[in-house]
């Protein structure tokens, strides 16, 4: 029985695949196996070795137990996938419900392109992206599969008005900004752009210079002018430095983004205020004249600008002349610029001075017809006595101008406007700009002068009044206004009258007052100087009367005669003055309405 004891029935027994094994050959074995797989942690980037290829998955061998599937599609970026390549995965199951490895290569490419982008963060690098599209404000930037934002005012230095012509394009970037809350990416071009730059800056700065020749980039433009590229450094254009000749805008000569010569003019210490000029790049036009221009010379050219004084024209670019006011019309009368040229007219005229060292031109547009006065028809046109109708142009104190046509004036005295009336000033008959009948009174053609007269057109109704109003007549006239010498008598025709205080006393012993209306006698008649003098008194006073031979202004050439019969003044008139009165009664009435 001891024998059978010690038999060893396990050894001796038939087992199964992979048993006969003693438990430490066993733990031996298990140990050698273990060491053959790879220690796998999900959620981590691996790398894997394609082991198999069919149409729709790649088998990959990482090691593990098992070998994971990942489709085809997402190997895509890769030409030419073949077995034994090594390829980058993130382990998203170690085992799935049907015991199968889970990989993903795409979600590997997101991670590792999340790890390349806070690197190139930390550590200032420059990353490679592709534009894929434009987006409101700047664009979106594939890096790594990853979508970046790269804002508008940090793709260039300058600005940039076509965003669309980046997409599908490489472009270097550098990562300024991480938001993992959003996951979201903005990068700059700008920042990489400005770095060589500044050296580039550096080396313009120090080398500047008035008078130096550069080449820039239009990057604004102003109604002022132009800001120009220098390469990092700006300077400004001014719009009269761009041509020679006028420009309202430099729209109409330049382009953004034209690449452009220009000189610099000046430059400020610190170097950060600098004025560049490009038509100081072309000769002065002035130099360029034709020798054949002088004084009198005929030329044409177009209207650039109307000022209040006159209107440039320019014959070039950067050769204007001055046509003042003045040197428009003949008229004697200035009048706007405006009414005469306006802007962008092409007009002929002659040249009046030429000062070619000062650059300075001044021309007229009269001079291209004759001067009314020096016509040959002048003389007789105007002679004394002719009848004209004009404008009033002007009023003074003295008179009224009055423009007969074009270069004609002529002048009519305050005097010679009415026969009747007394005018203090030409406003209280007539104003600017109206119509007004006139005949030649003087004609003196050496000194360009024109008198005028209006009420020279009707016969003199004093001739008249002489017969109407004679010393010791009686009218019944209304006190107008009265003041410490006097007062004013309104006559019968339109006419007025004076009396003396002392002329003004009444029966009674009162004071005649405005307002009133009197009998009055005349006591005094001058037809030269149209004055009546008249007394209420010498109605019932006989020596208030004047003495005969006091009233040396009364004409001489009629007499009236009076009588003293109850005071009542009668006249002795002939038939043709009672007519002739009458006639000039209809004409004042008629004048009235």
Not at 219 to 228: L, W
Not at 289 to 306: C, D, H, M, P, Q
Not at 478 to 492: Q, W, Y
């Given at each position: 029985m001891s024998n059978q004891e010690d038999f060893n029935w396990e050894k001796f027994e038939t087992k199964g695949f992979g048993e006969g094994y003693t438990k430490a050959e066993r733990a031996e074995m298990e140990n050698l196996y273990d060491n053959t797989l790879t220690?796998?942690?999900?959620?981590?980037?691996?790398?894997?070795?394609?082991?198999?290829?069919?149409?729709?998955?790649?088998?990959?061998?990482?090691?593990?137990?098992?070998?994971?599937?990942?489709?085809?599609?997402?190997?895509?970026?890769?030409?030419g996938l073949k077995i034994g390549d090594e390829v980058e995965l993130f382990i998203e199951e170690q085992e799935n419900s049907l015991g199968q490895l889970v990989l993903s290569?795409?979600?590997?490419?997101?991670?590792?392109?999340?790890?390349?982008?806070?690197?190139?963060?930390?550590?200032?690098?420059?990353?490679?992206?592709?534009?894929?599209?434009?987006?409101?404000?700047?664009?979106?930037?594939?890096?790594?599969?990853?979508?970046?934002?790269?804002p508008g005012s940090q793709i260039d230095v300058k600005p940039i008005r076509d965003f669309d012509i980046y997409v599908g394009k490489k472009m270097e970037v550098k990562v300024v900004k991480i938001n993992h809350a959003n996951d979201n990416v903005v990068v700059s071009h700008k920042v990489l752009i400005e770095k060589d730059l500044e050296k580039q800056k550096a080396e313009i700065l120090n080398n500047l210079e008035k008078g130096q020749v550069l080449e820039g980039i239009i990057k604004n433009m102003t109604n002022f002018g132009v800001f120009i590229d220098l390469g990092g450094v700006d300077g400004l254009l001014h719009i009269t430095d761009i041509s020679w000749g006028r420009i309202n805008h430099p729209e109409e000569v330049l382009n953004l983004d034209d690449k452009v010569q220009i000189v610099v003019l000046d430059f400020d210490d610190d170097k950060k205020r600098i004025s560049l000029g490009m038509k100081q790049l072309?000769?002065?036009?002035?130099?360029?004249?034709?020798?054949?221009?002088?004084?009198?010379?005929?030329?044409?050219?177009?209207?650039?600008?109307?000022?209040?004084?006159?209107?440039?024209?320019?014959?070039?670019?950067?050769?204007?002349?001055?046509?003042?006011?003045?040197?428009?019309?003949?008229?004697?009368?200035?009048?706007?610029?405006?009414?005469?040229?306006?802007?962008?007219?092409?007009?002929?005229?002659?040249?009046?001075?030429?000062?070619?060292?000062?650059?300075?031109?001044?021309?007229?547009?009269?001079?291209?017809?004759?001067?009314?006065?020096?016509?040959?028809?002048?003389?007789?046109?105007?002679?004394?006595?002719?009848?004209?109708?004009?404008?009033?142009?002007?009023?003074?104190?003295?008179?009224?101008?009055?423009?007969?046509?074009?270069?004609?004036?002529?002048?009519?005295?305050?005097?010679?406007?009415?026969?009747?009336?007394?005018?203090?000033?030409?406003?209280?008959?007539?104003?600017?700009?109206?119509?007004?009948?006139?005949?030649?009174?003087?004609?003196?053609?050496?000194?360009?002068?024109?008198?005028l007269g209006h009420k020279q057109l009707e016969e003199n109704p004093w001739d008249t009044f002489e017969n109407v109003f004679p010393i010791g007549s009686k009218h019944k006239c209304a006190i107008?206004?009265?003041?410490?010498?006097?007062?004013?008598?309104?006559?019968?025709?339109?006419?007025?009258?004076?009396?003396?205080?002392k002329n003004l006393e009444k029966a009674d012993g009162s004071q005649a007052e405005a307002g009133e209306s009197l009998d009055f006698t005349v006591i005094e008649f001058s037809k030269d100087d149209k004055r009546i003098v008249l007394s209420h008194t010498a109605t019932f006073k006989e020596e208030a009367m004047p003495k005969p031979g006091a009233a040396k202004k009364a004409s001489p050439k009629k007499k009236a005669a009076t009588t003293t019969d109850s005071g009542a003044g009668a006249e002795k008139s002939t038939l043709g003055d009672l007519d002739a009165l009458s006639a000039l009664k209809e004409k004042m009435d008629q004048g009235k309405k």
């Amino acid at each position: 029985m001891s024998n059978q004891e010690d038999f060893n029935w396990e050894k001796f027994e038939t087992k199964g695949f992979g048993e006969g094994y003693t438990k430490a050959e066993r733990a031996e074995m298990e140990n050698l196996y273990d060491n053959t797989l790879t220690e796998i942690t999900e959620k981590e980037v691996i790398t894997g070795t394609v082991v198999g290829i069919n149409d729709k998955d790649v088998i990959i061998n990482i090691g593990f137990k098992s070998d994971g599937l990942v489709p085809l599609n997402e190997f895509r970026d890769i030409e030419g996938l073949k077995i034994g390549d090594e390829v980058e995965l993130f382990i998203e199951e170690q085992e799935n419900s049907l015991g199968q490895l889970v990989l993903s290569r795409k979600k590997a490419k997101m991670v590792k392109a999340w790890q390349t982008i806070e690197e190139a963060l930390e550590e200032d690098n420059v990353i490679e992206g592709l534009v894929k599209r434009r987006t409101k404000g700047g664009l979106i930037v594939d890096i790594y599969g990853v979508e970046a934002f790269l804002p508008g005012s940090q793709i260039d230095v300058k600005p940039i008005r076509d965003f669309d012509i980046y997409v599908g394009k490489k472009m270097e970037v550098k990562v300024v900004k991480i938001n993992h809350a959003n996951d979201n990416v903005v990068v700059s071009h700008k920042v990489l752009i400005e770095k060589d730059l500044e050296k580039q800056k550096a080396e313009i700065l120090n080398n500047l210079e008035k008078g130096q020749v550069l080449e820039g980039i239009i990057k604004n433009m102003t109604n002022f002018g132009v800001f120009i590229d220098l390469g990092g450094v700006d300077g400004l254009l001014h719009i009269t430095d761009i041509s020679w000749g006028r420009i309202n805008h430099p729209e109409e000569v330049l382009n953004l983004d034209d690449k452009v010569q220009i000189v610099v003019l000046d430059f400020d210490d610190d170097k950060k205020r600098i004025s560049l000029g490009m038509k100081q790049l072309t000769a002065h036009p002035w130099d360029s004249l034709s020798a054949t221009l002088e004084v009198g010379s005929k030329v044409t050219g177009k209207i650039v600008n109307v000022a209040d004084y006159g209107a440039f024209l320019e014959l070039a670019p950067g050769v204007e002349g001055l046509i003042h006011v003045s040197e428009m019309s003949w008229s004697q009368h200035l009048r706007n610029p405006a009414d005469f040229v306006k802007v962008s007219d092409e007009i002929e005229a002659v040249i009046l001075t030429l000062d070619k060292d000062e650059r300075k031109m001044s021309l007229g547009i009269k001079q291209l017809t004759e001067d009314p006065w020096t016509k040959a028809e002048m003389s007789t046109k105007y002679a004394i006595g002719t009848k004209h109708k004009g404008i009033v142009r002007n009023l003074t104190n003295f008179g009224l101008f009055l423009e007969l046509e074009e270069g004609i004036d002529g002048l009519v005295h305050v005097s010679d406007l009415s026969w009747t009336k007394k005018i203090k000033h030409p406003s209280e008959f007539v104003k600017v700009s109206d119509e007004l009948d006139v005949i030649v009174l003087e004609l003196d053609l050496d000194s360009r002068r024109l008198a005028l007269g209006h009420k020279q057109l009707e016969e003199n109704p004093w001739d008249t009044f002489e017969n109407v109003f004679p010393i010791g007549s009686k009218h019944k006239c209304a006190i107008i206004s009265k003041n410490d010498k006097g007062a004013v008598l309104e006559l019968p025709y339109g006419l007025e009258g004076f009396a003396t205080t002392k002329n003004l006393e009444k029966a009674d012993g009162s004071q005649a007052e405005a307002g009133e209306s009197l009998d009055f006698t005349v006591i005094e008649f001058s037809k030269d100087d149209k004055r009546i003098v008249l007394s209420h008194t010498a109605t019932f006073k006989e020596e208030a009367m004047p003495k005969p031979g006091a009233a040396k202004k009364a004409s001489p050439k009629k007499k009236a005669a009076t009588t003293t019969d109850s005071g009542a003044g009668a006249e002795k008139s002939t038939l043709g003055d009672l007519d002739a009165l009458s006639a000039l009664k209809e004409k004042m009435d008629q004048g009235k309405k």
